[in-house]
């Protein structure tokens, strides 16, 4: 995966044929995972926390249904193939939504998986080899993407 | 003679409140370490929620890393709430504490 150009407000990356199957594998596919309840606070566990994680956990679900659509635009709509050559053109607002996509199924993976403080562990499953394969797919693109073309 | 200089005892004089807002609790944003969440990516998204430059993001994406932990800001409960949910969106692992 590759930078070819930025302009504006643009990006334009250049994908192997096996990343461009694997990414958009990723974004058809998504949601891989369930998605798991979020704490608003750690040591607070009044009425008023208890409501403020209801409605955050309600945002989440929603955003997820979100990402959802979004997930199968960005597959038809900005991947795309050209003389065997593939490319993905990204506006700013779609990068931050591919980020979020990407990361929701790398930590979702992660979840799964038990929450393991070594993610390199050697899977003793073919499911955990599954999930492992799928977070560290999905960090591979959201790592170049935000390396790449990103002005700080 | 000499003066003697005696003690003063100065008043202690409390500022009147402005308004409601100040009475109002305040909340710190905590962002928590994980094991998964990518050091570059953390730094991307402090910048996009918080509009920091990379340099302080950075610096609390390395506290983060480091100490388990970083207090982002501390705001009412309202922007605590914005904030938290906008980091979660993002999948961070997020809370707002009380603050005394």
């Known amino acids: ?152 | 003679m000499p003066t003697v200089l005696e003690p003063v005892t100065k008043p202690v004089l409390r500022k009147k409140p402005e308004s409601d807002d100040d009475l109002a609790p305040t909340f710190y944003v905590i962002c928590w370490n994980d094991p998964v969440n990518l050091m570059v990516y953390v730094t991307h998204v402090f910048m996009k929620i918080f509009g920091w430059n990379r340099q302080k993001a950075e610096k609390h994406m390395m506290e983060v890393h480091e100490k388990g932990k970083s207090v982002l800001t501390r705001e009412g409960a309202e922007k605590a709430e914005f904030y938290v949910h906008q980091l979660h969106k993002y999948k961070l692992q997020a809370t707002m504490e009380p603050a005394e």
């Open chain 1, 1 to 152: 995966m590759k930078l070819l150009n930025q302009t504006g407000d643009r990006w334009e990356y250049e994908l192997q044929q096996k990343e461009a199957e694997v990414l958009k594998a990723l974004l058809t596919n998504f949601p891989f995972t369930k998605l798991l309840p979020a704490r608003m606070s750690k040591g607070n566990h009044d009425a008023e926390s208890f409501d403020r994680e209801n409605l955050l956990n309600i945002s989440l679900t929603q955003h997820r249904g979100e990402l959802k659509k979004a997930a199968e635009k960005l597959a038809k709509e900005c991947l795309s193939e050209k003389a065997g050559i593939w490319a993905l053109k990204l506006k700013p607002e779609y990068k931050e939504i591919l980020l979020q996509i990407l990361n929701d199924t790398r930590t979702g993976a992660w979840r799964e998986l038990g929450e393991p403080e070594d993610i390199h562990q050697k899977p003793d499953s073919p499911a955990k080899l599954q999930l492992g394969t799928i977070m560290n797919l999905a960090g591979y693109f959201e790592e170049h993407l935000v390396s790449l073309g990103t002005k700080y």
